[in-house]
């Protein structure tokens, strides 16, 4: 699995951070870190955090490349 975090789109909300919190963490108010290749153990946890991304700054792709959850409305691919 791999994510992508648009930063430009990201305002920080934090929700990722509070659903997938070993893929996601806030540094203060605003700077996100994350891990662009989470264990495949965390996939739930980070399709919710992508899921409930108030501005759908997260894509998720499969090892395959293939979207799992998208921007535009990180619905579920397949």
Do not use: W
């Not at 930063?7 to 870190?33: I, K, S, V, W």
């Amino acid at each position: 699995m791999r994510l992508v975090v648009d930063l430009n789109r990201c305002q920080g909300y934090a929700q990722c951070a509070f659903l997938a919190p070993e893929a996601f963490t806030m540094h203060g108010d605003e700077a996100l870190m994350y891990d662009p290749q989470p264990d495949d153990a965390q996939r739930e946890h980070v399709l919710r955090a992508a899921q409930a991304c108030p501005v759908k700054a997260i894509t998720v792709e499969g090892t395959d490349g293939a979207l799992i959850a998208e921007r535009a409305g990180a619905s579920r691919v397949g």
